[in-house]
């Protein structure tokens, strides 16, 4: 079974860029597809974006498109979320999970990291 921790959250301007990571415990990581989610107050968790495990193949949602780039490292066990010209609407706890579809989905993400706060500022 693999475990998944977030880190990097934080404080940022907006404008400004941060670097979340999720690293994985457990030999299979490379057998998933990984993703990231957001959750702020009040809303529900929605999807930011994800990448398959045999192709890398990316899926972003709308709101995120060409600012945030998903990455994953397979020898790192490590997957990564950099996030370029940060606004305040994207201020939420984000959440690292694994799955094995590409899919925006929640219910398709059967492991979850416990998140990581994520606030920027205007």
């Known amino acids: 079974q693999v475990q998944l921790v977030e880190s990097g959250g934080g404080l940022a301007q907006a404008g400004g860029s941060l670097k979340l990571s999720c690293e994985a415990s457990?030999?299979?990581?490379?057998?998933?597809?990984m993703a990231w989610f957001r959750q702020a107050p009040g809303k529900e968790r929605g999807f930011v974006a994800a990448?398959?495990?045999?192709?890398?193949?990316?899926y972003y949602s709308d709101s995120v498109k060409g600012r945030f780039t998903i990455s994953r490292d397979n020898a790192k066990n490590t997957v990564y979320l950099q996030m370029n010209i940060l606004k305040p609407d994207d201020t939420a706890v984000y959440y690292c999970?694994?799955?094995?579809?590409?899919?925006?989905?929640?219910?398709?993400?059967?492991?979850w990291g416990q998140g990581t706060q994520v606030t920027v500022s205007s």
């Open positions: 457990g030999s299979t990581f490379s057998s998933y597809t």
């Open positions: 999970a694994a799955g094995q579809g590409l899919s925006r989905f929640r219910w398709e993400y059967d492991i």
């Open positions: 990448v398959s495990w045999r192709t890398s193949n990316t």
